[in-house]
């Protein structure tokens, strides 16, 4: 079944700085951790504030005190100095006292936070990922066709946000200095394209399609998607206790099985992979080797079935459901995305080295719900299909004849509001030979004729 074409199936997958410095703007797992951070410097800020207040009180005190020996004093400076516990308070206030006031006035209340700062600055967001914050948000507003009010006063599809109406006026700062330099010099008299140069019709239709516009589904093709209490095959595993099955598209076809892994599962997957998300990288074809690109905005890890029971379990369920053999499949890939556009890339001959053929089918699990947008779009047969937590999708990449379904090409839309979890299994022609798959193969190129006998997808 060796396959002449591949397709890499661009999923969920950023632009970094440094080493030191990991995209924060693409991932909430690490956004939270700024936020904690933050937390803990307001803290030792607060602490610092104390303790300049303390300070401040024991000088005001000391001065409080002298103001008022001093206003007696010069009244009558000889009766005063007459008695000689006075004057030997006053040489003592001389020599002694004051010292130890310029001691406390001179003390550097802010050594501990200052040291904290210096700390945690390591960890901050630079200049690029800032500037890459401010990129996403205008892939935002290209995609979901929203405006600088809208955005910055919080008015987003199921969003809130606390302090978005005083950010307004920086948030259209940071707007007008990134098209400022996207324009350049020459661009100085010009009006900012709403597009940029490499905006492609398919692009066009991805957008729509991350809004929920465009979507081809007639009525007479929804009728013939069904939910199905789903065996495969009266497997044992599921002969007692089947799994829920959902068309989600006909041709090709592209099914969801719901309440396919538990909330713990899920939790104890992010829990592995969060230590290891990486910025997602493809294929370079000239060179072969493993880069970074542009329309790659998320961070990824890989967990192999060794190394904790949960995946494990999940891969054998995969097996089970699927009837397809996991073992040349590549090791659960988990992905962590907030923002960002993504597209889509042929890779060929990328997997040649491992001598496993093309990644014959896909399956992705959604673990975390999405407030809006987030979608996964299949651009060619202008499908969409949406995020629900504790579901898994599956679909072919290739036909039986081993030649790729480039109808299966797809890419995740930009998390408007919240944050995705995802994890997919990419499973191998090698091993499959003798296997009998998932009857949904056997209709995966089928053409569904609408009432006026044309081709609907």
């Known amino acids: 079944m060796a396959a002449s074409w591949l397709f890499f199936c661009v999923l969920l997958p950023c632009v970094t700085s440094s080493s030191a410095h990991s995209d924060f703007f693409t991932s909430i797992g690490q956004m939270t951790d700024l936020l904690f951070t933050e937390k803990d410097l307001v803290t030792s800020l607060k602490d610092y504030i104390r303790a300049e207040e303390t300070k401040l009180e024991q000088i005001r005190r000391w001065a409080d005190k002298l103001d008022v020996l001093a206003a007696a004093a010069t009244q009558d ?3 005063f100095l007459g008695h000689p516990v006075n004057a030997f308070k006053l040489m003592k206030r001389l020599n002694t006292e004051w010292g130890e006031l310029e001691n406390l006035v001179l003390t550097d209340m802010s050594d501990g936070f200052i040291s904290n700062l210096t700390i945690q600055r390591q960890h901050f967001p630079n200049d690029d990922d800032q500037t890459g914050a401010a990129k996403a948000l205008m892939r ?3 995609t979901y066709q929203l405006d600088t009010d809208t955005i910055s006063t919080g008015q987003l599809p199921d969003g809130t946000h606390q302090r978005a109406n005083g950010n307004l006026k920086y948030f259209e700062y940071q707007l007008a200095k990134q098209k400022k330099v996207e324009v350049g010099e020459k661009g100085e008299g010009r009006q900012m394209p709403r597009h940029p140069d490499d905006y492609l019709p398919e692009r066009r239709k991805y957008e729509q399609l991350c809004r929920g516009e465009g979507v ?6 929804q009728s013939r998607l069904f939910c199905r209490y789903y065996d495969n095959n009266r497997h044992p595993r599921y002969m007692i206790g089947p799994v829920k099955q959902e068309d989600e598209w006909d041709s090709p076809r592209i099914v969801r099985y719901h309440d396919i892994v538990s909330d713990k599962e ?5 829990e592995l992979a969060k230590p290891r ?12 080797k493993l880069t970074t690109a542009h329309y790659r905005v998320s961070k990824s890890a890989w967990l192999g079935a060794y190394e904790h029971p949960v ?7 995969i097996e089970d459901i699927t009837g397809l053999d996991v073992s040349t499949a590549e090791d659960l890939q988990v992905t962590h995305l907030v923002t960002g556009v993504h ?14 053929g093309n990644r014959i089918a896909t399956w992705l699990l959604y673990m975390s719900d999405v407030q809006s947008g987030g979608a996964t779009v299949f651009t060619d047969v202008r499908a969409a299909v949406w995020p629900k937590k504790g579901t898994a999708v599956f679909w072919y990449n290739l036909f039986p004849s081993g030649d790729g379904d480039y109808r299966t090409r797809h890419a995740a839309c930009p998390v408007l509001v919240g944050n995705k979890w995802v994890s997919n299994k990419w499973i191998h ?5 003798f296997r009998r798959r998932c009857s949904l193969q056997e209709t995966t190129d089928l053409e569904v004729i609408d009432s006026a006998g044309q081709t609907a997808d």
């Not at 899920?266 to 992010?270: H, L």
């Not at 995946?311 to 369920?317: A, G, S, T, V």
């Not at 597209?343 to 496993?356: C, R, V, Y």
Request: no cysteine; net charge negative.
């Open 140 to 142: 935002l507003q290209d």
């Open 77 to 79: 400076p000889e009766s």
């Open 429 to 433: 022609e090698r091993g499959q030979e």
């Open 216 to 221: 081809k589904m007639t009525p007479r093709r």
């Open 311 to 317: 995946i494990d379990k999940i891969n054998q369920r």
């Open 277 to 288: 998300l990486r910025r997602a990288t493809v294929h370079d074809p000239q060179t072969g």
């Open 266 to 270: 899920m939790e104890k997957v992010k």
């Open 343 to 356: 597209s889509f890339k042929d890779e060929p001959d990328a997997f040649e080295e491992l001598g496993t």
